[in-house]
């Protein structure tokens, strides 16, 4: 099943804005955890990426920290812009059998407005 | 380019009438995956495999048969469709699924609408 909360949508905002978007989990120990963005009529793309606890990943001004104390890994954007309008997925690989499946969040819709 | 390749893009199909979504990569990666996705229901996984002949069910399965011949190709085969499977597929591949530290490439996305 899915080890994974993220916060709902859509999340809409004006341009320039503070982006926050929420997702904890609830098993321990991730190789690395992800976010990823889909824009409008495409596949997901991979935004960033934490290999460690208290590593930080950042990508096209996004960033989220690792944080094993609270088992979270929140998005964070200090300034959005339209183009940044899109459904965003917090994706922590599930231990199985040995191994890690990537899995995904529910996804949060960002709608940007001029 | 690397990429994966999902065909056909667009499909509108009617109930039991057998069909395949093809998926192939040319990045030599090991884990192939598909996923359907829905409103409200986000990403879920439907199968996987983790290298040629590993295949593995993934949350949703029902309905749905894979294969895993070769490393580049990885078909999702619907038997007899029916309306429910009426969603955005996308087919996603890794150079090796079970490390968990690597990042999955995903394609274009298939749109079927079984009637």
């Known amino acids: 099943g899915n080890s994974v909360t993220q916060m709902e949508g859509p999340v809409t905002l004006s341009e320039e804005a503070f982006l926050t978007i929420n997702c904890t989990y609830t098993a321990t120990g991730y190789p690395s955890l992800f976010w990823y963005v889909q824009y409008p009529g495409e596949g997901l793309q991979l935004l960033l990426k934490?290999?460690?606890?208290?590593d930080k990943g950042s990508n096209k001004g996004f960033e989220a920290t690792y944080r094993k104390e609270t088992t979270s890994f929140h998005l964070e954007k200090g300034s959005v812009q339209v183009s940044d309008s899109a459904v965003y997925f917090c994706?922590?690989?599930?231990?199985?059998?040995?191994?890690?499946?990537?899995?995904f969040g529910r996804g949060t819709s960002l709608i940007v407005h001029p | 380019e690397a990429q994966v390749t999902q065909n056909p893009r667009y499909l509108i199909t009617v109930t039991g009438k057998k069909l395949t979504v093809t998926c192939s990569q040319n990045?030599?990666?090991?884990?192939m995956s598909w996923y359907r996705q829905d409103p409200g229901l986000g990403l879920r996984q439907i199968y996987y495999?983790?290298?040629?002949?590993?295949?593995d069910k993934g949350d949703v399965p029902e309905g749905y048969k894979v294969s895993r011949k070769e490393k580049r190709n990885f078909p999702l085969i619907l038997e007899s469709p029916s309306p429910n499977q009426t969603s955005l597929y996308f087919c996603?591949?890794?150079?090796?699924?079970?490390?968990?530290?690597?990042?999955?490439?995903f394609g274009a996305g298939s749109r079927l609408t079984v009637l």
């Open positions: 495999s983790m290298n040629v002949e590993v295949t």
């Open positions: 996603a591949s890794s150079p090796d699924g079970g490390s968990g530290a690597n990042v999955l490439t």
């Open positions: 994706a922590p690989p599930v231990p199985s059998g040995g191994s890690y499946i990537p899995t």
């Open positions: 934490a290999t460690k606890a208290d």
């Open positions: 990045m030599n990666h090991e884990y």
